[in-house]
């Protein structure tokens, strides 16, 4: 295995790895798939902790920094918190957070932290019960709210929040999910829908833009765009909100790409790399861990797809195509 960081041909520094523990969710959420679910991965296909743990070494001892664990729904399996705690005794020990829907995490977001766990990303689309039914075709929305103030409580600091806006639905409560946000001292981050759904029915023209967020917003707060170098590989944009300190964020991955600060890869539920969120083509790991590989081979694997990471994402080429996995089977 060639010593020396994850570098691709764009001369990016890959420090985040993004591990998906499932690809099952509680909720079912319009823009990622429909009512009726998707079909699961087969359950033997999945990692269990300890290949979870043996990849996530590989990876930290070349040059990752930060694990975020994602789904599906992450709160869904069963060993998360040994997941936490074998990666939190990985050296060196990287940073440990978790992007969930928060439906369960009150009951579990204490014993995470003890675990290593340092913070969560919780999605909430909507302060309105029967918006998040309409939304998330369950009836959860108290479940989630919980789940944020246990995670406060629990110390999994700062508590950032995750929005995304469907013209029609929720988009008009861009306001109130701000000012909900800074009632409780959570950072608020808008994120742009994107072409991840199972059903492939994602339509531009029905997107709320970054542009359109910041205009809803301003129509209650005053924004002072941060300079361009406190961001630097973060997806978000931030802005001061009324003077600061208190920030908002816009993720615009479709209308302003971040791609070329991209520091990111991604590991799915059933072992398989994927050096953008919107690959087409993916690495197996699962396979040659199953049949012996060193830890030598599985970076030379690991290493092989980042170097084959294209410059951008394409979603504004007339040539883009939709990855076949659905965001559940990708792991945000």
């Known amino acids: 295995m060639t010593a020396g960081p994850l570098v691709d041909r764009y001369g990016r520094v890959h420090r985040d790895l993004r591990i998906s523990v499932t690809d099952r969710c509680s909720l079912r959420c319009t823009y990622c798939m429909p009512e009726q679910g998707v079909p699961w991965l087969p359950r033997d296909t999945m990692l269990s902790t300890e290949e979870i743990v043996r990849l996530a070494d590989v990876a930290v001892g070349m040059g990752i920094?930060?694990?975020?664990l994602t789904g599906g729904e992450p709160l869904l399996r069963r060993d998360l918190v040994d997941v936490v705690a074998g990666l939190a005794a990985l050296d060196p020990a990287p940073e440990i957070s978790m992007t969930t829907n928060g439906v369960g995490l009150a009951r579990i977001?204490?014993?995470?932290?003890?675990?290593?766990?340092?913070?969560?990303?919780?999605?909430i689309d909507t302060l309105d019960r029967e918006t998040f039914i309409e939304l998330a075709k369950r009836d959860r929305l108290a479940d989630t709210i919980a789940g944020i103030e246990a995670s406060a409580a629990?110390?999994?600091?700062?508590?950032?929040?995750?929005?995304?806006?469907?013209?029609?639905?929720?988009d008009a409560e861009a306001p109130d999910l701000l000012a909900f946000a800074l009632e409780h001292g959570y950072q608020l981050r808008f994120i742009e829908q994107m072409p991840l759904d199972a059903q492939h029915q994602w339509d531009r023209t029905q997107m709320i833009t970054g542009e359109e967020i910041l205009t809803r917003l301003r129509t209650r707060f005053e924004l002072t765009a941060m300079p361009d170098e406190t961001r630097g590989s973060a997806p978000a944009e931030l802005f001061l909100v009324d003077g600061g300190p208190a920030t908002v964020g816009v993720i615009?991955?479709?209308?302003?790409?971040?791609c070329g600060t991209c520091d990111?890869?991604?590991l799915t539920a059933d072992g398989m790399i994927r050096n953008c969120l919107f690959a087409t083509g993916e690495t197996d790991l699962r396979t040659p861990l199953r049949d012996g590989a060193s830890a030598e081979q599985l970076g030379d694997l690991l290493r092989e797809s980042i170097g084959a990471k294209l410059?951008?994402?394409?979603?504004?080429?007339?040539d883009f195509l939709q990855p076949p996995r659905p965001m559940s089977r990708i792991g945000g």
């Open 154 to 170: 629990a110390g999994l600091l700062p508590v950032k929040l995750n929005t995304v806006l469907m013209r029609g639905v929720n």
């Open 109 to 123: 977001a204490e014993d995470l932290k003890a675990a290593g766990l340092t913070r969560v990303n919780v999605s």
């Open 252 to 258: 615009a991955s479709v209308t302003m790409p971040f």
């Open 311 to 318: 410059p951008g994402h394409g979603i504004n080429e007339p």
């Open 65 to 68: 920094e930060e694990i975020r």
């Open 264 to 266: 990111r890869v991604r």
